[in-house]
C-alpha cells in the first residue's frame, strides 16, 4: 500500500485530534475528527470493518475505566481490555488494520542495516484515544522553565544513550543528510513518540506514582524506572542490548516527564534523541 494524499488523510484527522485534546479545545473536535479519521480509514482500506469494531470496544473500555461509578468487576474487566488492546495495537497485531508501508528495505547510509518503515495507524489510534482519555489535564508549568527543563535533559539523555550505543557496539559514528526525511519525521514524532509516551510515561508512570504514594519511600523515582524498564522491556524484539539501551534513553524520557508533568516533555526528548541518531549515528543499527 503506496503512501498519497488520500492515505494520509486518516493520519491527518488524528493528528488533528491530538492538537485539540494537547491545546485543551472544544471536546467534541477530538471525537469529531477521530470518528472522520476511522471513517477514512475504511474508505481506503486501512481499517476494515471487524477493525472498527475493536477499536470501538477499545474506546468503550478507556471511557469505562476512568468512570467512578461502574462496579469494581466492570471497571477491572475495562482495564484488562485496555491493556490487552494497547498491546495488540502498539505490536500492530490486529489482523483487520493494515498500516500503510512507506519504506522497503532501503539503507538510509552504507554503513547501515537496511530499514522498514510503516505509519502505523493502530498505534496511533490507540495513542491519540489514551492521551485523551488518560492523560488530560496535566500540569502547566511556567514553559520557559519547562522548555530550559526539556533541553537540558534532551541533551544529557541524547549524548549518554547515543554514546553507550556507540560504546556497546550498537552503532558507530555516521553523519549524514537522510534521504527519508519527510516521511520519517512524522511517522517518529507524531507516531511513535505519541503513542510510546502516552503509553509508559502518561499513563504507566503518572498513574504508577499515584498508585505508590504512601506504599513506597520516593514514588516518583520508583514510577519513573518501572515505566522506564517497561519501556526497555517492550524493545525485546531489538535483543538483549536493545533493551538496555531503550531503559537508559527511557529514563530520560521519564525524567523530562516528571519535571514538566507533562507527556509532550518526553515526547520531544524522546524525538530529539532519534533525530540525532538519524542525522549522526548508523540508522537503524551499523550493518
Not at 166 to 180: E, L
Not at 260 to 282: C, D, P, Y
Request: hydrophobic share 60%.
Amino acid at each position: 500500500m503506496a503512501l498519497d494524499l488520500t492515505h494520509a488523510l486518516p493520519y491527518l484527522f488524528l493528528w488533528v485530534a491530538f492538537g485539540s485534546a494537547m491545546s485543551r479545545g472544544p471536546r467534541l473536535i477530538g471525537p469529531a475528527c477521530m470518528a472522520l479519521s476511522l471513517a477514512a480509514a475504511v474508505v481506503v482500506g486501512i481499517v476494515e470493518w471487524a477493525g472498527v469494531a475493536v477499536l470501538a470496544l477499545f474506546a468503550a473500555a478507556c471511557l469505562a475505566a476512568v468512570r467512578a461509578d461502574p462496579p469494581t468487576a466492570l471497571r477491572t474487566l475495562a482495564w484488562g481490555v485496555v491493556v490487552i488492546l494497547t498491546l495488540a495495537l502498539g505490536m500492530n497485531q490486529v489482523p483487520w488494520i493494515h498500516n500503510v508501508l512507506v519504506l522497503d528495505r532501503v539503507f538510509v547510509s552504507a554503513s547501515s542495516a537496511d530499514f522498514t518503515l510503516y505509519w502505523n495507524y493502530d498505534a496511533l489510534f490507540a495513542g491519540v484515544l489514551l492521551y485523551w482519555v488518560f492523560v488530560q489535564p496535566q500540569r502547566n508549568p511556567p514553559w520557559r522553565r519547562a522548555l530550559v527543563a526539556t533541553a537540558s535533559i534532551a541533551v544529557l539523555a541524547t549524548v549518554a544513550t547515543l554514546a553507550m550505543t556507540v560504546v556497546v557496539g550498537y552503532n558507530a559514528w555516521d553523519p549524514k543528510w537522510p534521504a527519508i526525511l519527510g516521511v520519517w519525521i512524522p511517522s517518529n514524532l507524531l507516531i511513535t513518540c505519541v503513542f510510546e509516551e502516552t503509553v509508559f510515561r502518561g499513563v504507566i508512570q503518572r498513574h504508577a506514582e499515584r498508585f505508590l504514594r504512601g506504599r513506597v519511600p520516593a514514588p516518583a523515582l520508583v514510577a519513573l524506572l518501572a515505566a522506564s524498564v517497561a519501556f526497555g522491556v517492550a524493545h525485546i524484539a531489538g535483543g538483549v542490548t536493545y533493551v538496555f539501551l531503550s531503559t537508559l534513553a527511557g529514563i530520560g524520557y521519564g525524567a523530562a516527564y516528571h519535571v514538566t508533568g507533562r507527556v509532550e516533555a518526553g515526547m520531544l526528548v524522546h524525538f530529539l534523541l532519534n533525530l540525532t541518531h538519524l542525522f549522526f549515528f548508523t540508522y537503524p543499527f551499523a550493518a
